[in-house]
């Protein structure tokens, strides 16, 4: 039995996975990821239709698929938009590094640490 993460954490792992190259590893992330997806699913009342097209599913599926030389479905950025949402990740408006959290935000925009400081430094003239 593989240990039981929460459906952020898989969706993290959806994202992360997505620069690797031990299938073997991806596939055991996997199975953690749908038992998350199947607590998530079961919690909601929700069937197996949506469990399979969870964002997670798809992101990891096209991923297997990637690696073993059949990926065919590529609009991928629906998906992709939920599991950052899901996994609290969101990109810095200025230089659009990942982030975890938004460390400062002005209405819509968000900015990673480092831009903030600079903003803060180029305001009062240093
Ligand atoms: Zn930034």
Redesign the pocket.
């Known amino acids: 039995m593989p240990d039981t993460i929460t459906l952020r954490q898989a969706a993290r792992d959806a994202l992360d996975v997505q620069d690797a190259c031990n299938l073997s590893g991806v596939a055991h992330s996997f199975l953690q990821a749908v038992q998350a997806v199947n607590a998530e699913m079961r919690d909601r009342g929700e069937g197996t239709e949506w469990r399979n097209n969870h964002p997670i599913i798809r992101l990891y599926v096209d991923k297997l698929a990637s690696m073993a030389g059949v990926q065919g479905w590529t609009d991928l950025s629906g998906a992709y938009a939920e599991c950052r949402e899901i996994a609290g990740r969101t990109h810095?408006?200025?230089?659009?590094?990942t982030m975890e959290r938004p460390a400062v935000t002005s209405g819509a925009a968000s900015?990673?640490d480092?831009?903030?400081d600079e903003a803060t430094r180029d305001a009062e003239g240093r």
């Open positions: 810095c408006a200025t230089c659009g590094q900015v990673c480092r831009c903030a």
